[in-house]
């Protein structure tokens, strides 16, 4: 069975890495660790091991309750696997909510400006005069001793227990609707209650991502459980596909991420 044929192509090179991690710990009985991966990441190594044999595990930790970005290890299915394996530090700054907005965006921009790959960090948490992110240990140094600023605020970053990670769990309203197709400028039009023109221009201006990456094709198909973000609106996903009605609308269930 050609296994490919269960993704889409643009993750076909993510699917060939995930691949050739599993031969090497079936090969060499060492466990492997990964940087970051996003929720879909995750999903396709599950269902990759799965197609495997009873000879690994994977597990999945990115430092709290409700992380969306997690490292993954996978390994040999007799191996124990503890918190501090996965590798992960959390950096916490303060600084004043009264004189300075701070966004998720803000934050990311200047992690980003150091030169440090997307792949490194983890979550983070803006939240009550508090920045919070998670990053892996081999770089934790350089960040704290290089990261001094966000956007106009200087901050000074200190080293946290996982313990004190703030957790924040998701919001997710979901709501049934019905559509024509399940193309992407359709879809975002009903959750998002645009025109179809406006999901298209939105589209066109790179707005739109689909499971974290960026899709410029209003015709590009949605599955379930894709995670679909436009930039100034938010987060949404489509959750269930739920059959057709009698005249062939689709019958969908999606999901807003409200704050």
């Known amino acids: 069975m050609d296994i490919y044929q269960h993704f889409r192509k643009e ?6 890495q995930v691949l050739s991690w599993i031969n090497e710990v079936e090969r060499s009985y060492q466990r492997k660790l990964t940087d970051f991966l996003d929720p879909r990441e995750q999903q396709i190594v599950d269902m990759l091991v799965g197609t495997s044999n009873d000879e690994i595990q994977v597990q999945q930790f990115g430092g709290g309750k409700y992380s969306e970005r997690k490292r993954v290890i996978i390994a040999p299915y007799y191996e124990e696997i503890a918190q501090e394996d996965f590798e992960l530090t959390c950096l916490q700054a303060s ?7 701070l966004s998720h965006r803000d934050v990311m921009g200047s992690f980003l400006s150091l030169g440090i790959k997307r792949k490194k960090l983890g979550d983070i948490v803006v939240k009550d005069g508090l920045i919070q992110l998670i990053t892996t240990n081999d770089i934790a140094m350089y960040v704290l001793t290089n990261l001094s600023s966000f956007k106009k605020a200087t901050i000074k970053l200190e080293e946290q ?27 975002l039009k009903e959750i998002y209650h645009i025109s179809r023109k406006v999901a298209s221009e939105y589209i066109e201006k790179k707005y739109v991502k689909v499971n974290y990456k960026l899709v410029e094709d209003g015709k590009f198909l949605l599955q379930e459980n894709d995670l679909i973000s436009l930039r100034g609106k938010g987060r949404s996903m489509l959750v269930r596909i739920n059959g057709q009605t009698k005249k062939d609308k689709i019958r969908i269930t999606t999901a807003v991420l409200r704050d």
């Open 95 to 101: 600084y004043q909510e009264k004189f300075i907005t």
């Open 11 to 16: 993750e076909h090179d993510f699917i060939d």
């Open 161 to 187: 227990p996982l313990e004190n990670l703030l957790e924040i769990a998701p919001n997710w309203v979901e709501t049934d609707q019905t559509v024509s197709s399940l193309r992407l400028d359709n879809v």
